[in-house]
T-cell receptor
Framework: GAVVSQHPSRVICKSGTSVKIECRSL??????MFWYRQFPKQSLMLMATSNEGSKATYEQGVEKDKFLINHASLTLSTLTVTSAHPEDSSFYIC????????????FGPGTRLTVT | GENVEQHPSTLSVQEGDSAVIKCTYSDSASNYFPWYKQELGKGPQLIIDIRSNVGEKKDQRIAVTLNKTAKHFSLHITETQPEDSAVYFCAASMTGNQFYFGTGTSLTVIP
Protein backbone atom coordinates (compact mmCIF):
# COMPACT_ATOMS: atom_id res chain seq x y z
CA GLY A 1 0.00 0.00 0.00
CA ALA A 2 0.87 3.73 -0.03
CA VAL A 3 2.21 3.87 -3.56
CA VAL A 4 2.92 7.14 -5.29
CA SER A 5 3.74 7.32 -8.99
CA GLN A 6 5.26 10.05 -11.08
CA HIS A 7 5.23 10.62 -14.81
CA PRO A 8 7.42 11.03 -16.71
CA SER A 9 10.46 9.52 -15.03
CA ARG A 10 12.79 11.43 -17.33
CA VAL A 11 12.20 14.40 -19.59
CA ILE A 12 14.45 16.50 -21.78
CA CYS A 13 13.14 19.81 -23.04
CA LYS A 14 14.48 22.85 -24.81
CA SER A 15 15.04 26.14 -23.05
CA GLY A 16 11.90 28.28 -23.08
CA THR A 17 9.40 25.45 -23.23
CA SER A 18 7.13 24.20 -20.45
CA VAL A 19 7.08 20.77 -18.88
CA LYS A 20 4.34 19.11 -16.83
CA ILE A 21 5.04 16.43 -14.24
CA GLU A 22 2.25 14.31 -12.81
CA CYS A 23 2.11 12.83 -9.33
CA ARG A 24 -0.52 10.25 -8.44
CA SER A 25 -1.39 8.40 -5.25
CA LEU A 26 -2.38 4.96 -6.49
CA UNK A 27 -3.98 3.29 -3.50
CA UNK A 28 -4.97 6.07 -1.14
CA UNK A 29 -6.47 9.52 -1.19
CA UNK A 30 -3.89 12.23 -0.69
CA UNK A 31 -5.30 15.24 1.09
CA UNK A 32 -1.92 16.92 0.89
CA MET A 33 0.83 16.58 -1.68
CA PHE A 34 4.30 18.03 -1.61
CA TRP A 35 6.82 18.89 -4.29
CA TYR A 36 10.54 18.67 -3.61
CA ARG A 37 13.64 19.42 -5.60
CA GLN A 38 16.88 17.53 -5.11
CA PHE A 39 20.29 18.48 -6.45
CA PRO A 40 22.97 15.79 -6.93
CA LYS A 41 24.23 14.36 -3.65
CA GLN A 42 22.15 16.82 -1.66
CA SER A 43 19.11 16.66 0.56
CA LEU A 44 15.53 17.34 -0.45
CA MET A 45 14.32 20.92 -0.66
CA LEU A 46 10.59 21.50 -0.20
CA MET A 47 9.21 23.68 -2.97
CA ALA A 48 5.51 23.77 -2.20
CA THR A 49 2.63 22.14 -0.39
CA SER A 50 -0.72 21.63 -2.04
CA ASN A 51 -4.09 20.63 -0.66
CA GLU A 52 -6.80 19.28 -2.91
CA GLY A 53 -8.91 22.09 -4.30
CA SER A 54 -6.78 24.85 -2.80
CA LYS A 55 -3.95 27.02 -4.00
CA ALA A 56 -0.50 25.71 -3.29
CA THR A 57 1.66 27.20 -0.56
CA TYR A 58 5.14 27.94 -1.85
CA GLU A 59 8.33 28.01 0.19
CA GLN A 60 10.33 31.18 0.38
CA GLY A 61 12.40 31.72 -2.73
CA VAL A 62 10.32 29.47 -4.98
CA GLU A 63 8.75 31.36 -7.89
CA LYS A 64 5.06 30.50 -7.99
CA ASP A 65 4.67 31.79 -11.54
CA LYS A 66 7.45 29.54 -12.72
CA PHE A 67 6.48 26.38 -10.86
CA LEU A 68 2.73 26.00 -11.28
CA ILE A 69 1.12 23.43 -9.02
CA ASN A 70 -2.39 22.08 -9.42
CA HIS A 71 -3.92 19.59 -6.98
CA ALA A 72 -7.08 18.89 -8.93
CA SER A 73 -8.17 15.71 -7.16
CA LEU A 74 -7.40 13.59 -4.12
CA THR A 75 -5.13 11.40 -6.23
CA LEU A 76 -3.45 13.79 -8.65
CA SER A 77 -1.16 16.77 -8.40
CA THR A 78 0.78 18.33 -11.26
CA LEU A 79 3.86 20.52 -11.37
CA THR A 80 4.40 22.60 -14.48
CA VAL A 81 7.79 24.18 -15.00
CA THR A 82 7.13 27.14 -17.25
CA SER A 83 9.66 28.72 -19.57
CA ALA A 84 12.27 26.24 -18.42
CA HIS A 85 15.94 27.19 -18.34
CA PRO A 86 19.04 25.04 -17.87
CA GLU A 87 19.21 26.02 -14.20
CA ASP A 88 15.83 24.34 -13.70
CA SER A 89 17.44 20.99 -14.50
CA SER A 90 17.06 18.87 -11.41
CA PHE A 91 15.43 15.83 -9.83
CA TYR A 92 11.84 16.65 -8.87
CA ILE A 93 10.10 14.43 -6.35
CA CYS A 94 6.54 14.52 -5.09
CA UNK A 95 5.18 13.04 -1.90
CA UNK A 96 1.69 12.48 -0.57
CA UNK A 97 0.08 12.37 2.81
CA UNK A 98 -3.16 10.53 3.40
CA UNK A 99 -4.73 12.67 6.08
CA UNK A 100 -4.23 15.10 8.91
CA UNK A 101 -4.13 12.30 11.46
CA UNK A 102 -1.30 10.61 9.63
CA UNK A 103 2.11 12.21 9.45
CA UNK A 104 3.65 9.76 6.99
CA UNK A 105 4.71 11.10 3.62
CA UNK A 106 5.12 8.63 0.79
CA PHE A 107 7.40 9.66 -2.03
CA GLY A 108 7.17 9.11 -5.73
CA PRO A 109 10.10 7.76 -7.76
CA GLY A 110 11.10 11.20 -8.98
CA THR A 111 11.39 12.92 -12.37
CA ARG A 112 14.74 13.84 -13.87
CA LEU A 113 14.34 17.08 -15.80
CA THR A 114 17.07 18.19 -18.19
CA VAL A 115 16.73 21.52 -19.95
CA THR A 116 18.98 21.99 -22.96
CA GLY B 1 13.05 27.12 12.31
CA GLU B 2 14.07 23.54 12.86
CA ASN B 3 17.64 22.45 12.09
CA VAL B 4 18.48 18.79 11.60
CA GLU B 5 22.06 17.58 11.56
CA GLN B 6 23.00 14.09 10.42
CA HIS B 7 26.21 12.12 10.92
CA PRO B 8 28.18 10.54 9.45
CA SER B 9 27.92 11.67 5.84
CA THR B 10 29.44 8.41 4.64
CA LEU B 11 29.61 5.03 6.33
CA SER B 12 31.17 1.77 5.19
CA VAL B 13 30.56 -1.49 7.03
CA GLN B 14 31.29 -5.13 6.41
CA GLU B 15 28.36 -7.32 5.53
CA GLY B 16 26.81 -8.68 8.70
CA ASP B 17 27.99 -5.80 10.88
CA SER B 18 25.73 -3.14 12.33
CA ALA B 19 25.36 0.44 11.09
CA VAL B 20 24.31 3.42 13.16
CA ILE B 21 23.33 6.83 11.82
CA LYS B 22 22.63 9.73 14.18
CA CYS B 23 20.57 12.88 13.84
CA THR B 24 20.07 15.83 16.13
CA TYR B 25 17.30 18.38 15.96
CA SER B 26 16.93 21.81 17.47
CA ASP B 27 13.21 22.43 18.03
CA SER B 28 11.71 20.61 21.00
CA ALA B 29 8.28 20.99 19.40
CA SER B 30 9.18 18.41 16.73
CA ASN B 31 7.23 15.25 17.41
CA TYR B 32 7.63 13.02 14.35
CA PHE B 33 10.89 11.54 13.10
CA PRO B 34 10.92 9.42 9.93
CA TRP B 35 13.84 7.73 8.24
CA TYR B 36 14.05 7.34 4.49
CA LYS B 37 16.20 5.15 2.25
CA GLN B 38 17.00 6.48 -1.20
CA GLU B 39 18.60 4.38 -3.90
CA LEU B 40 20.34 6.01 -6.83
CA GLY B 41 17.89 7.65 -9.23
CA LYS B 42 14.86 6.77 -7.12
CA GLY B 43 12.58 8.53 -4.67
CA PRO B 44 13.00 8.16 -0.90
CA GLN B 45 11.34 5.16 0.70
CA LEU B 46 9.99 5.37 4.24
CA ILE B 47 11.66 2.61 6.25
CA ILE B 48 10.75 3.44 9.81
CA ASP B 49 9.42 6.32 11.86
CA ILE B 50 8.89 7.24 15.47
CA ARG B 51 6.69 9.64 17.38
CA SER B 52 7.89 11.67 20.33
CA ASN B 53 5.84 9.67 22.81
CA VAL B 54 7.90 6.55 22.07
CA GLY B 55 11.56 5.95 22.92
CA GLU B 56 12.30 3.07 20.60
CA LYS B 57 10.76 1.25 17.67
CA LYS B 58 11.94 -1.85 15.90
CA ASP B 59 11.07 -3.51 12.62
CA GLN B 60 13.07 -6.67 11.91
CA ARG B 61 16.69 -5.54 11.32
CA ILE B 62 15.92 -1.83 11.62
CA ALA B 63 15.39 0.13 14.81
CA VAL B 64 15.10 3.78 15.71
CA THR B 65 15.76 5.31 19.11
CA LEU B 66 14.73 8.74 20.29
CA ASN B 67 16.13 10.79 23.15
CA LYS B 68 13.85 13.80 23.55
CA THR B 69 15.89 15.35 26.32
CA ALA B 70 19.05 15.39 24.24
CA LYS B 71 17.11 16.02 21.02
CA HIS B 72 18.66 13.24 19.04
CA PHE B 73 17.48 10.11 17.31
CA SER B 74 19.35 7.26 15.68
CA LEU B 75 18.83 4.59 13.05
CA HIS B 76 20.26 1.17 13.77
CA ILE B 77 20.60 -1.48 11.07
CA THR B 78 21.74 -4.90 12.22
CA GLU B 79 23.10 -7.79 10.13
CA THR B 80 23.69 -5.47 7.20
CA GLN B 81 23.36 -6.80 3.68
CA PRO B 82 24.66 -5.39 0.37
CA GLU B 83 21.12 -4.36 -0.56
CA ASP B 84 21.14 -2.00 2.43
CA SER B 85 23.63 0.16 0.51
CA ALA B 86 21.89 3.48 -0.21
CA VAL B 87 21.60 7.05 1.05
CA TYR B 88 19.64 7.39 4.27
CA PHE B 89 17.88 10.61 5.31
CA CYS B 90 16.44 11.49 8.68
CA ALA B 91 13.77 14.14 9.11
CA ALA B 92 11.95 15.96 11.86
CA SER B 93 8.48 17.44 11.75
CA MET B 94 6.08 19.28 14.04
CA THR B 95 2.94 19.19 11.97
CA GLY B 96 3.44 16.43 9.43
CA ASN B 97 3.63 19.01 6.67
CA GLN B 98 7.00 20.67 6.86
CA PHE B 99 9.70 18.00 6.98
CA TYR B 100 13.18 19.15 7.90
CA PHE B 101 15.62 16.72 6.35
CA GLY B 102 19.13 15.87 7.39
CA THR B 103 21.92 16.02 4.84
CA GLY B 104 21.98 12.29 4.22
CA THR B 105 24.30 9.38 4.95
CA SER B 106 25.72 7.28 2.14
CA LEU B 107 25.92 3.72 3.48
CA THR B 108 28.05 1.14 1.72
CA VAL B 109 27.87 -2.48 2.82
CA ILE B 110 30.97 -4.36 1.69
CA PRO B 111 30.35 -8.01 0.80
Amino acid sequence: GAVVSQHPSRVICKSGTSVKIECRSLDFQATTMFWYRQFPKQSLMLMATSNEGSKATYEQGVEKDKFLINHASLTLSTLTVTSAHPEDSSFYICSARSGTASYEQYFGPGTRLTVT
Amino acid sequence: GENVEQHPSTLSVQEGDSAVIKCTYSDSASNYFPWYKQELGKGPQLIIDIRSNVGEKKDQRIAVTLNKTAKHFSLHITETQPEDSAVYFCAASMTGNQFYFGTGTSLTVIP
